[in-house]
């Protein structure tokens, strides 16, 4: 423990912050020094890498989304991630020119299994084992995040909201804060939001996961995303199913509320295909539409019904994605959508950051999570730490 109020008792703190999102796509690392804590926190971005995730590994956690998977494999993977996600860590601080020694913390949030917040009781699962990677970089770490507000009663996510108030809060502006991943998320943020308030967040819907796991099915494989949009872009959408899709009752259900492959995997894009008989670029098109009207249409009723949050900030994989992001500018006119890189932050390393600020909160014994988006009766001091071997 004294190693950790050492580390506390210090005005700036060096983390690597990891991520793995819903997409599975590879691993976001950053390196960022971070000081203060709280309403107090500044950051400086040291160096950013996407990390690959082996095709071997990469099926195995796809393998592990489905509802046979066995609870072997779920020891085994968890273990070979972690070292994976500690080959990222240091990967990113040798990029960075830094050295192992001189960075106090690794936050990370690992990949998500199962995500069950309407589950009785609740749960969520993110695997990546922390004490490999505590182990493998000699840096203690902070993993494991969701369950603490759970335990306090909420839905143990969105979590980045928390970040989202302390980096990109504007004493003047509003904002809406979007991230898209597998999963779109957005916080709301009104000008001169602080901590007393009361900030809006939760998961709109599918982000990426369904256009993603659409291009995998069509190509066979050997594509994962669709590049710049460009294949939707060639198709014809069907407003019909669109409509359809937008029956689904998670877009009328009020926040707090989160999300994930459960709802909008596999599962769903086989029965879409089958019911709609859509295909090729045409349902790439439709579920290019409907990620777009899902989106828009849970900031129109939830996120900001006034209008009043005039600019919308885009992070995740899902701004590289050009026909997407010219669709959003029509669902959520006339607020200014613009790319996170415009604000000085990678597009790509929000979440990585966040989680980065996040073991930061951990640390300092300060709750993370925001009770208004989670719908946790309490502020709750999140994630687990795994010391390094001595």
């Not at 070292?83 to 998500?112: F, R």
């Not at 991943?181 to 007393?196: E, F, R, Y």
């Not at 029956?247 to 596999?266: A, D, L, N, V």
Request: hydrophobic share 45%.
């Amino acid at each position: 423990m004294r190693t950790l109020i050492d580390i506390a008792s210090k005005q700036s703190r060096r983390i690597v912050g990891l991520m793995t999102g819903t997409s599975a796509d590879g691993i976001d690392a950053v390196l960022v020094d971070v000081e203060g804590f709280g309403p107090t926190t500044e950051f400086e971005m040291l160096g950013h890498i996407t990390h690959p995730l082996p095709d071997e590994l990469r099926a195995d956690l796809f393998m592990l989304f489905q509802p046979d998977a066995r609870v072997d494999d779920l020891c085994r993977v968890n273990v070979a991630l972690g070292a994976l996600l500690a080959d990222a860590a240091m990967t990113v601080i040798g990029e960075a020119g830094a050295e192992a020694s001189s960075v106090d913390l690794v936050g990370s949030h690992g990949q998500t299994i199962r995500h069950l917040p309407q589950g009785s009781p609740p749960s969520t699962l993110q695997i990546g084992e922390a004490a490999m990677i505590a182990h493998h970089t000699g840096i203690a770490t902070v993993a494991d995040f969701r369950p603490a507000d759970m335990a306090a009663g909420g839905e143990g996510a969105p979590l980045v909201p928390m970040v989202d108030l302390l980096l990109f809060a504007h004493p003047d502006r509003g904002r809406l804060m979007l991230n898209i991943g597998g999963i779109a998320n957005v916080t709301a943020l009104p000008a001169g939001a602080d901590s007393t308030t009361g900030i809006l967040a939760f998961d709109l819907g599918p982000g990426n996961a369904l256009i993603d796991a659409a291009v995998g099915h069509l190509s066979g494989g050997r594509e994962r995303y669709d590049a710049g949009g460009r294949r939707a872009a060639g198709g014809e959408a069907s407003e019909e199913w669109v409509e359809r899709l937008m029956k689904h009752e998670f877009f009328r259900r009020p926040p707090p509320k989160s999300t994930g492959r459960e709802e909008f995997g596999t599962e769903f894009l086989a029965q879409l295909m089958i019911d709609s008989g859509l295909e090729g670029a045409d349902l790439l098109a439709t579920l290019t539409l409907f990620t777009a009207r899902s989106i828009g249409a849970g900031v129109q009723r939830f996120g900001d019904p006034e209008g009043q949050l005039g600019e919308v900030w885009v992070s995740g994989g899902g701004v590289h994605n050009d026909h997407l992001m010219a669709m959003l500018e029509d669902e959520l006119a006339p607020r200014q959508v613009r790319s996170l890189n415009d604000l000085g932050v990678p597009a790509d390393a929000k979440e990585a950051v966040a989680f980065a600020v996040l073991a930061n909160e951990t640390l300092m014994g300060r709750a993370g999570n925001v009770t208004a988006a989670t719908g946790a009766g309490v502020g709750a001091v999140l994630g687990k730490i795994s010391l390094p071997s001595v």
